[in-house]
C-alpha cells in the first residue's frame, strides 16, 4: 500500500501556557523547558467526530477519491462522547461511505497499528482503498487540576488515505504491559449486583517512566525497520516522531545522530493530541510542501499500554 492523501482539522480554541498559569501552579517558563510545549488546541464547541469527518474529507480529496471507493475504514480513538456505535462507523455516514469500518485504541500508537492492520489486508489481498483517520481528546482525559498531565495534552484529528502501492519498507509493533504507568478508569453505570469498588479516576502518569520507556521504545522499534531493510539512518529523510515531549524527540534524535532538521515538530503549538499527532504531522508536511516523492520517512509513536511501533515507508 501507499499514503495517497492527508488530512487534519484542529479545534479552534488556543490554551496557551500563561492561560494555564492563571489557575494552574505552573509558569510558561516550567512548561516550555520541560516539554516543548507553548500552547495547544483543546475541544470546545466542536464534536470529534466532526474534527474527523472533516479530516477525512480532506484527505479523500487530496487523494482525488469520493468515500464511495473506499473498501475499509480504520479509526483510531481512546475516548469520545460515544461508547457505541464506534466512531467509525459516525465518520462513515458522515463522509459519505458504504464500507466496513473499525476502531482500535491503541492509544498514541494507534496510527502505526492501523498501518500494521491495513498492510496486512492489503498483503492479504482483501482491500483496495483504506480510509485510517486518528480523532482524539485526550483533554477530556485529564484532571485540568493536575498540573502534571493538563499542560501536555492537546485535541485533533489526522487522516491518511491508503491505495495499492509497495510504498512501506517496514512496520514493527510492540507491547509490554505496564499499566501503572499511564492509565485512567472510567465508571461504569451501576447495576443492583455490583459489588466491588469502582471509582472514576481522570489520566494518571507517571512521568519519568514513560519518558524513559518512550526514548528507548522509539529508539528501538526504528532501529528495527531500519535493520529489517537495510536502510541506514543518514537515507531517512525525515523522522516523524509522536509529539510528546520535545525532550523526548531530542534524545530519540541524539540516538539516531541525525540533524534536527529532518524531525519535523509541531508540539510546540499543539501539545500531544495521542494518536493524532503522527497523521497530523504527516499532513502538515505534506500540505507545506516539506515531502518530496520518493522520500524514506520514518514515523515512531508510542503510548499507554506500553504499546509502540516504527513504520519506515516511502513517500
Ligand atoms: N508546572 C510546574 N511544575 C511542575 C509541573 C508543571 N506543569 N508538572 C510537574 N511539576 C513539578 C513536579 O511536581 C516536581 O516537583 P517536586 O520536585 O517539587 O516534586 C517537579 O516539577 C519535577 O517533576 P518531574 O515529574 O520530575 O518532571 P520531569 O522533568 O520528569 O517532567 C514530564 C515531567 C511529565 C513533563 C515528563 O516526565 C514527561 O514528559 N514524561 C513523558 C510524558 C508523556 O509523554 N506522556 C504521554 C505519553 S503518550
Known sequence: MKISGTGSVLPRKVVTNEMLSQFLDTSDQWITTRTGVKSRRVISDEKLEDMAIEASLKALADAGMNADELDFIICSNVVNEYVTPQLSCIIQGGIGATCPCIDINCACAGFIHALEIAESFYKAGRVGNVLVVCAEEPTRMTDWNDRRTCV??????????????????SIKLSASSATDKLWQYRLLHHTPYITKEEVDVP???????????????????????????????????????????????????????????????????HGNSSSSCCP????????????????????????????????????
Not at 484529528?157 to 495499492?164: K, S
Request: proline share 2%; net charge negative; with cysteine.
Open 152 to 169: 501536555l495534552f492537546g485535541d485533533g484529528a489526522g487522516a491518511a488515505v491508503l491505495t495499492p502501492g509497495d510504498n512501506i519498507r
Open 203 to 269: 489520566l494518571q502518569m507517571k512521568g519519568q517512566d514513560v519518558f524513559k520507556f518512550a526514548v528507548k521504545a522509539a529508539s528501538r522499534d526504528i532501529a528495527r525497520t531500519l535493520k529489517e531493510t537495510g536502510v541506514t539512518a543518514d537515507e531517512v529523510d525525515h523522522f516523524m516522531l509522536h509529539q510528546a515531549n520535545i525532550r523526548i524527540i531530542n534524545a530519540i534524535q541524539e540516538y539516531l545522530e541525525q540533524p534536527s532538521d529532518k524531525f519535523p515538530v509541531n508540539i510546540e503549538d
Open 280 to 315: 497530523i504531522l504527516l499532513d502538515e508536511c505534506n500540505r507545506s510542501g516539506r515531502l518530496k516523492r520518493g522520500d524514506l520517512i520514518a514515523m515512531s509513536a508510542f503510548g499507554a499500554g506500553f504499546v509502540s511501533g516504527a513504520v519506515l515507508f516511502e513517500w
